[in-house]
């Protein structure tokens, strides 16, 4: 892309309480799925990059887990992973739910970003859900306990107003060229994007108390010779012996369901044929063992 002295390009930060929409709206901002979404809360583990480029400039978005109350050693990982990105953007957006109602974990996240300096936008998701008259009491409510750069109200799913907001970024940005090429859109390994893919897939079938139990990890990714199929070798990690039995089904079912699923989207993705296989192993209390954690990817000295 030919770039300009009004060319602008910097970084900015999704962050709010687990299930608000952080990962839908990357995902529309950007124009395709990099991030995996569910209704289920903490569905983002890692901090996810990814590239929107215009004519007007660059933005870098850095999707990070929700922020939460940590149960174990995963969840300390995950809320280290969302407040460390504070100080290294230059725009915070602060995704809240359309309610007047400000809850202990907002109330927390608002004191806790009254020591940053960065700029911080407040942005209101899932308006499609409430009357327009609603979202001004809204915004008289959070107004009260933060002083906001800007506000932002929008719907993640529709797309309504996110052109808003992306223009609303631009104003904090400084000029400087990209720092990525034009045709990027996430700095994510594929492997990790298929590893996802196969647990977003596993958050949507199984039952509610196991997926904050399981990781996937990718043991082989191959393309063959002739450029046609793409070979995945996975395993699903999971707690519990009861967990296993659920998560492979009567007969295999549930497993060749989450099998299924996942390799129609990832061969969406990879533009060819997928031969996935699949196979679940038990790690007990894995969220809690540094080494099972650092295995999985959950590093904390990466953050």
């Known amino acids: 892309m030919e770039q300009n002295e009004n060319f602008k390009s910097g970084f900015a930060t999704l962050i709010g309480r687990p299930n608000v929409g952080k990962s839908t709206l990357m995902n529309q901002m950007i124009g395709q799925k990099i991030a995996i979404t569910s209704n289920k809360p903490q569905t983002t583990r890692n901090r996810i ?17 929700g922020i939460h109350k940590a149960k174990n050693k995963l969840g300390e990982y995950m809320v280290n992973v969302a407040v460390k990105t504070w100080s290294e953007v230059d725009v915070i957006l ?20 009254k020591s940053v300096k960065t700029p911080v936008m407040l ?15 809204v915004i008289d409510a959070y107004r009260k306990i933060y002083d906001f750069a800007e506000i932002v109200p929008l719907s993640a799913r529709s797309g309504e107003n996110v052109d808003t907001l992306i223009h609303c970024i631009f104003k904090y940005l400084s000029y400087g060229p990209a720092f990525y090429d034009e045709d990027t859109v996430t700095d994510q390994p594929m492997r990790q994007i298929a590893s996802e893919i196969i647990r977003e897939k596993s958050l949507h079938l199984l039952k509610d108390e196991i997926p904050h139990g399981i990781a996937v990890t990718i043991e ?9 199929i793409m070979d995945i070798e996975a395993t699903i990690i999971c707690e ?10 009567k007969q295999g079912a549930m497993l060749k369901k989450i099998g299924s699923t996942a390799r129609y989207e990832l061969e969406q993705m990879l533009e060819m044929q997928v031969n996935l296989q699949i196979w679940v192993k ?9 080494l099972f954690l650092k295995n999985f990817g959950y590093n904390r000295n990466d953050v």
Do not use: C
């Open 282 to 290: 038990v790690r007990r209390e894995w969220r809690d063992n540094e």
């Open 49 to 65: 990059q990814t590239v929107y480029t215009a004519k007007e400039g660059q933005i870098v978005f850095l999707d990070t887990p």
């Open 220 to 228: 082989k990714m191959k393309e063959r010779k002739n450029g046609a």
């Open 94 to 113: 602060w995704l809240v739910e359309p309610t007047t109602f400000i809850g202990a974990g907002e109330q927390s996240i608002a004191e806790q970003l």
């Open 240 to 249: 519990k012996d009861s967990h296993k039995g659920i998560i492979i089904g």
């Open 123 to 137: 942005v209101i998701n899932k308006t499609d859900t409430v009357k327009k008259e609603e979202i001004l009491a």
